[in-house]
């Protein structure tokens, strides 16, 4: 496990995919992710674009654990006090007016682009592609530079954090504000995007996330503080395209989800601590088929694996980081006096007010996660 700081807390941010391979597990590694900060002062919010790399296996040992076979106690010290082997971070800033709610990044074309949602109540689109060239390059830069969104809109009538890029149509963006409206951007020519001043309604309260289909170009889902998840189709027209609906999800707030690449499955997290996992062959009958009580506070994200149809991460206000599958059960004759799920796999711990996660597509097994604290990058061997 690595730890990173960028200043102002990062309560929001994404994995840069790059051209250095897929399946990579041989180490050192290097990632590179972009950030937007929550600093005090408005006017102090950069847009961080970052390149981990120099990333070892790091083994924390109990002081009674005894060493492997071919270790010794001074290698075991060596290796973490070697200088070689410490971590860096390289960064190219921008500012930012107004501290980033939420941020997402894809490669259109030959241009990265990234997203992010202010909380002025301004969606602003950026290209980074420069910035991440200098970072391949090795040439970080810690002073902040201004520099110019490609395109903005101030159509929303409130701030918001719901935010997705269409996986399947290039430059095609999502955003849900906290006045309960949807907004579909398409891509026109020379960079600008055409936002449909039409909002997609049927949500009665803030829309919290929203997340495009996998595989269907016209259907997304969103979350609401309504306790609703909804299903829509964005060639209807918008205030008739909600086609699906669990009205009563959660308890409470329904604040992220995440829909699964190789299933029918969505994964939600709400305000009451639990996680969902909601069939949509069967979504009609508002009826989930797997819920877990974990968490002792609200979830704040959930990613499904991006390979493992049955596994996900999930953060809670708890400062817990969890992995599940929902391929384990029960074994058969084991106590029932156990509080702790089968399906959850690791807890991760050590973080404070854990915010987002994401995990690393091309690096398997590895999850990034954002806090207040700082950032956490770690690998089990649990997937």
């Known amino acids: 496990m690595e730890t990173a700081c960028a200043g102002s807390p990062c309560l929001s941010f994404d994995v840069i995919r790059d051209n250095l391979g897929d399946n990579r597990v041989d180490f050192p590694l290097t990632m590179f992710l972009i950030a937007g900060t929550q600093a005090e002062r408005a006017l102090a919010n950069n847009i961080i674009v970052m390149k981990m790399h120099n990333l070892h296996k790091t083994i924390k040992k109990d002081k009674d654990e005894p060493l492997e076979d071919d270790e010794s106690e001074s290698e075991s010290d060596s290796d973490e006090e070697d200088p070689e082997k410490q971590p860096e971070l390289d960064c190219f800033l921008f500012k930012h007016i107004g501290g980033v709610n939420r ?199 959930v990613e499904w694996h991006p390979t493992d149809g049955t596994v996900f991460a999930a953060s809670g206000a708890d400062d817990q980081v969890t992995l599940w599958d929902l391929a384990i059960e029960r074994d058969v004759g084991s106590s029932d006096d156990i509080d702790v799920p089968p399906q959850l796999l690791f807890i991760h711990q050590g973080q404070k007010d854990v915010k987002e996660l994401h995990w690393h597509a091309q690096i398997p097994g590895t999850v990034i996660s954002t806090a207040n604290s700082g950032f956490n990058v770690f690998r089990t061997i649990s997937v």
């Open 103 to 301: 941020i997402r990044t894809v490669a259109v074309d030959d241009k990265q682009l990234a997203a992010s949602w202010s909380e002025t109540g301004t969606v602003n689109i950026w290209n980074i592609t420069d910035a991440l060239q200098q970072l391949s390059r090795g040439e970080g830069e810690k002073k902040p530079k201004a520099q110019e969104a490609l395109f903005s809109f101030k159509g929303h009538q409130a701030e918001g954090f719901a935010i997705d890029w269409s996986p399947t149509c290039a430059g095609v963006l999502l955003t849900g504000d906290c006045k309960k409206n949807i907004h579909v951007w398409q891509p026109r020519p020379e960079g600008k995007w055409h936002v449909d001043q039409r909002p997609f309604t049927a949500h009665t309260a803030s829309v919290e996330d929203v997340q495009w289909s996998p595989n269907e170009a016209s259907v997304f889902a969103s979350c609401s503080v309504d306790k609703s998840i909804r299903v829509w189709d964005s060639r209807a027209a918008p205030n008739k395209a909600c086609m699906l609906s669990t009205e009563d999800a959660h308890s409470s707030d329904v604040n992220v989800i995440s829909w699964n690449r190789n299933e029918p499955f969505i994964v939600s997290g709400g305000d009451d601590g639990m996680l969902k996992v909601w069939d949509l062959r069967q979504f009609q009958n508002g009826k989930s088929v797997a819920a877990f009580k974990h968490h002792s506070a609200p979830i704040t994200s």
